[in-house]
């Protein structure tokens, strides 16, 4: 074998081994640049989900007020409704003390003929 056959051997061997290792250099970056584009990827995806936790939180937040609002609006209808049923008991009873003051006055009155089924039979008003 002659010196320059193994001189070319030599680096032939050489140049495969260096184009290995750009192969293996190129591939590796490669893939550190597809993982970094995966947790870039992976970052945005976790805020957009803690966002949109944050989102239904206030939306839970919001419901559960509308919720108290709308319980404070029964109790301050049923409020409502036990006065005006106050008010009407104490307006029928006024209205029947009236009634009975008119009667006693009627009897009283000397120029008041006897009532017909409650109604005063003069010309005067009440």
């Known amino acids: 074998m002659d010196m320059s056959v193994l001189i070319w051997i030599i680096v032939g061997i050489i140049v495969v081994i260096a184009i290995i290792a750009v192969v293996v250099f190129a591939s590796r970056r490669r893939q550190e640049a597809r ?3 995966q947790r870039h990827e992976a970052g945005e995806l976790r805020t957009k989900a803690q966002e949109a936790d944050l989102a239904a939180r206030e939306r839970e937040a919001e419901a559960l007020r509308a919720e108290a609002a709308a319980k404070q609006a029964q109790v301050d209808a049923e409020r409502l409704s036990r006065e005006s049923a106050t008010h009407r008991a104490d307006a029928d009873g006024i209205r029947s003390e009236s009634a009975e003051q008119f009667r006693r006055a009627d009897e009283l009155d000397p120029d008041v003929q ?4 409650g109604r005063r039979t003069d010309d005067t008003s009440r």
């Open 35 to 37: 993982v970094a584009a």
């Open 114 to 117: 006897a009532p017909v089924e």
